[in-house]
């Protein structure tokens, strides 16, 4: 099976950054697939950012411009640097991959989830 990883997450006052981080437990066969999601409470988990094999990046509009998605091929990580950040971006942020870690082994992995919290 595979563990993903997440770290970066924290405490951090409007206007800061932060990087989250997200690794394999194991190599991909073929990774296609890799996102951050986030789930605010009270609310639906929610895409806010992904990029795929060929490097194709799409963003939720709210992060347009703020936060930027990333991913090593080889070490079949992918990161995430926030900038600009806002209250509203509080919430757990969770890390997922698709793609065969084996020929014949296609799945949908997703990590534990990592504490955001924007506050002065």
């Known amino acids: 099976q595979v563990q993903l990883v997440e770290s970066g997450g924290g405490l951090v006052q409007p206007g800061g950054s932060l990087r989250l981080s997200c690794a394999a437990s194991?190599?991909?066969?073929?990774?296609?697939?890799m996102a951050w999601y986030r789930q605010a409470p009270g609310k639906q988990r929610e895409l806010v950012a992904s990029?795929?094999?060929?490097?194709?990046?799409n963003y939720a509009d709210s992060v347009k411009d703020r936060f930027t998605i990333s991913r090593d091929n080889a070490k079949n990580t992918v990161a995430l640097q926030m900038d600009s950040l806002k209250p509203e971006d509080t919430a757990v942020y969770y890390c997922?991959?698709?793609?065969?870690?084996?020929?014949?082994?296609?799945?949908?992995?997703w990590g534990q989830g990592t504490q955001v919290t924007v506050s002065s």
């Open positions: 194991r190599s991909f066969f073929r990774l296609y697939y």
């Open positions: 997922n991959l698709r793609g065969q870690i084996t020929p014949a082994q296609l799945g949908d992995y």
């Open positions: 990029i795929t094999s060929d490097g194709t990046t």
